[in-house]
C-alpha cells in the first residue's frame, strides 16, 4: 500500500498455489476530472501441464469478476 501524486497503490504478490507459479499484481485509484480512474493489473503464470489450462480458465473468470464487481461498488458509490 502506497499513496502518491494524490491516487493510491495497492500491490500484491503469490506467496504459494498448488495451481501458479507466479501471480503478482497491483490496483492504482487516483483522481480523474470530477471522479476517479483505476488501474487494475494481474499477472499469473499458471504451473505446466493440465493445471495450466485449469488455471487459465479459472484466473479468467476471477479477472472478469473482480472487474464487474469494481465496476458496480464504483457505479453504486457516484450515485450517493
Known amino acids: 500500500y502506497s499513496e502518491s501524486d494524490g491516487g493510491v497503490t495497492v ?4 506467496l504459494k498455489s498448488a495451481m501458479a507459479d ?3 499484481g497491483s490496483l492504482r485509484v487516483e483522481p480523474y476530472n470530477n471522479g476517479s480512474i483505476l488501474r487494475y493489473v494481474n499477472y499469473v503464470k499458471p504451473k505446466g ?3 495450466a489450462g485449469v488455471a487459465k480458465g479459472a484466473a479468467l473468470d ?3 469478476n473482480t472487474v464487474s464487481a469494481l465496476k458496480a461498488e464504483a457505479e453504486k458509490r457516484a450515485k450517493r
Open 22 to 24: 507466479v501471480s503478482d
Open 62 to 64: 476471477s479477472v472478469k
Open 49 to 51: 501441464g493440465f493445471i
Open 11 to 14: 500491490k500484491w504478490k503469490l
